[in-house]
């Protein structure tokens, strides 16, 4: 019988011998490619935190104590450790959430799936067991990537003023995020990593002095004492120990007799320690470890034995920026890219191969790119800022401060905007049209296609006296939607066979081809429809308040939140204009969204072409007087209104 099978809770590890612990490390990695090889997730982060994963549950008593994981991405093992052993719907609704989940498991806590959050998380509620006097201890899991993150370094400041206050830091350093990290605190643990003489010396010349009568020991204890420049000399772990944190390792991150031992010995000291482990992503699957582009760190559906893909993939929205993002660059010497930790997954590992000294790595530091990027542009240079549309919430004060008042030409590329999916709550990006929107002078564009990501790109890196924004969405891009017309700066899609339509559709990017699907709809029922794209969603074109009141009512269909979205500005600007034409507006309800494939999300909120045709059907009949029963059925389930 399988261990894995006989473990329903982390102390059902106590029983094991050391022997059977390594048995079950190799079982766990066995499963985990089985698994994920189906479902797709994240493979290789897991893969390398196997034994450390086992150490903490054994040492630490979760729930009690708190095993908290920043980013997340890394707790499969930590799920089948604590009963969840079910991945066959791993990310998909109704299965399991790709990350920690506390509506899963009462050893989940930190849902947010944002890097280099996990210490402050710990700092808190560190001091809430000391205030309540409660004996629990906690451990946060952080990566070697996600430590270059400044919010890590503000907890570490906050953790080490507090002598007395237990708190296990756990540095799971595997020397990459998704790519190998990069930066100072990089080549610092690097050090750490290669050099292990200090602890050597001290031992040997323990072992000589103790043999030396009378003297010996007490040269031993001065030269003890000396330790902390004995560091510094041979390996400048003194960094750590000089914010006051007690620092142990570095730890073989696979040998889990010494990791027991290392985290015993932490959280016994009664403050604040950092446990050094160095781990290998991808550990024991030989396709992941010879992927150098990020060991994978999350994969589709792949054979198991050989790791290629299982089906192959069109292009996707991603790609089509690298490519042109490379064609800018060889046309334009002063356009440089920035990327917080993610060059491969944004696209612009193209764009660093053919232009290696003009890519900036800031790691997981999204606000320091935003303000760096503001430099960049003030010294004469153009910035494309690359990054995940949920990640740039991070950077909203740096966007706001320092690029828009500045006036600095920065363009901000926001990869997976709208319903993502799969990876949950904290990954749909469905926050940016809305925040930014209240940027003064921001401008920002929402390609619709595979060409309008290449036209609106260019427009964008054009404008060198404020920040601009293209924001598409994740995975394939479909085919292209060609304009019929133009009025003012928007393509028109679809133009109403009548003088004065019905229905003014305004589409946003790249839910264009939906938008089409709802004017047909209508137009079976009668309903005269214009469909039109904006393209640049901010500023509101000065042509869409003429337009609209060319029609008795206007839709807009966004695939981001509807709270202070496109549909709302637009609301505004007829207001502005003195245009008294109804606005009715579809978009993401101002809730977290659970996992589950975008079709599905997108079902579950109504925003799909048959439930929005049903409502402005609904609509238009309320304005024709003609509100029946079927009517007021169809509108009242308004689920993308809530």
């Not at 446990?275 to 589709?300: I, N, S």
């Amino acid at each position: 019988m399988p261990l894995l099978t006989r473990i329903r809770g982390p102390r059902d590890l106590d029983r094991l011998s050391l022997e059977e612990l390594d048995q079950l490390a190799g079982e766990i990695r066995t499963f985990l490619v089985d698994a994920v090889s189906k479902t797709g997730g994240h493979l290789g982060p897991n893969l390398g935190v196997v034994e450390l994963t086992i150490a903490l549950h054994r040492v630490f008593e979760s729930p009690k104590d708190k095993v908290l994981w920043d980013t997340g991405h890394q707790s499969y093992v930590h799920k089948l450790l604590t009963g969840r052993q079910d991945f066959s719907r791993l990310k998909m609704k109704g299965g399991l959430s790709g990350y920690p989940a506390q509506a899963e498991s009462e050893h989940d806590v930190i849902e947010n799936s944002h890097a280099s959050t996990v210490l402050g998380w710990a700092d808190g509620i560190a001091k809430a067991n000391q205030l309540m006097k409660r004996d629990n201890h906690v451990a946060a899991v952080i990566g070697d990537g996600a430590l270059t993150g400044g919010m890590a370094w503000e907890a570490l400041n906050n953790i080490a003023a507090a002598k007395d206050r237990p708190l296990v830091i756990v540095v799971n350093d595997n020397e990459r995020s998704y790519a190998p990290t990069i930066g100072g605190l990089a080549n610092h643990l690097a050090t750490l990593r290669t050099t292990d003489g200090y602890e050597r010396f001290l031992a040997r010349t323990r072992e000589v002095l103790e043999k030396t009568p009378v003297v010996g020991r007490q040269l031993y204890e001065t030269l003890h004492g000396a330790k902390k420049g004995l560091k510094d000399f041979i390996a400048p772990q003194g960094m750590f120990e000089d914010l006051g944190l007690k620092y142990v390792g570095p730890i073989d991150g696979h040998d889990i007799e010494a990791l027991e031992s290392a985290l015993a010995r932490a959280k016994r000291f009664g403050g604040p320690v950092i446990v050094h482990c160095l781990t290998e992503k991808g550990r024991g699957y030989q396709p992941a470890l010879q992927d150098e582009a990020d060991r994978f760190h999350a994969v589709g559906k792949i054979h198991p034995d050989t790791g290629l893909p299982i089906a192959a993939s069109g292009a996707d929205w991603t790609s089509v920026f690298g490519e042109e993002m490379v064609k800018l660059g060889e046309e334009r010497e002063d356009l440089v890219a920035i990327t917080a930790a993610m060059l491969q997954p944004v696209g612009l590992d193209k764009f660093a191969k053919r232009f290696p000294d003009r890519v900036y790595d800031v790691g997981i530091a999204e606000q320091h790119g935003a303000v760096s990027a503001a430099g960049l542009a003030h010294a004469g240079v153009h910035p494309v800022f690359a990054v995940y549309a949920t990640f740039l919430n991070r950077a909203f004060d740096q966007v706001l401060m320092d690029v828009a008042l500045h006036k600095c030409g920065v363009t901000f590329v926001l990869d997976r905007a709208g319903v993502t999916g799969t990876d949950g709550a904290s990954h749909n990006g469905m926050w940016d049209m809305s925040i930014l929107q209240v940027v003064p002078g921001l401008r920002m564009a929402a390609p619709r296609d595979a060409d309008q990501v290449r036209a609106q790109l260019r427009e964008a890196v054009a404008v060198e006296d404020a920040p601009t924004v293209v924001r598409f969405s994740k995975g394939a891009v479909g085919p292209a939607v060609p304009a019929v017309g133009k009025v003012g700066g928007m393509d028109v899609l679809r133009e109403a066979a009548t003088d004065r339509p019905d229905v003014l559709l305004v589409s946003v990017g790249a839910l264009a081809p939906m938008c089409l699907e709802i004017a047909g709809l209508l137009d079976q029922q009668g309903i005269s429809t214009t469909v039109v794209d904006p393209r640049w969603v901010k500023p509101v074109d000065e042509a869409m308040a003429p337009l609209a009141e060319r029609h008795r009512v206007v839709v807009t269909v966004e695939d981001n939140s509807r709270v202070g979205g496109v549909g709302s500005t637009i609301a505004q600007a007829l207001r502005d204009a003195g245009v008294d034409v109804p606005l009715r507006d579809f978009g993401i309800p101002p809730r977290f969204l659970d996992h589950a494939s975008r079709a599905e999300v997108l079902t579950e909120i109504g925003l799909t072409a048959p439930d929005i045709a049903r409502q402005v059907t609904g609509l238009v009949a309320k304005l024709d007087g003609r509100f029946d029963r079927t009517a007021q059925t169809v509108d009242s389930v308004e689920p993308a209104r809530d």
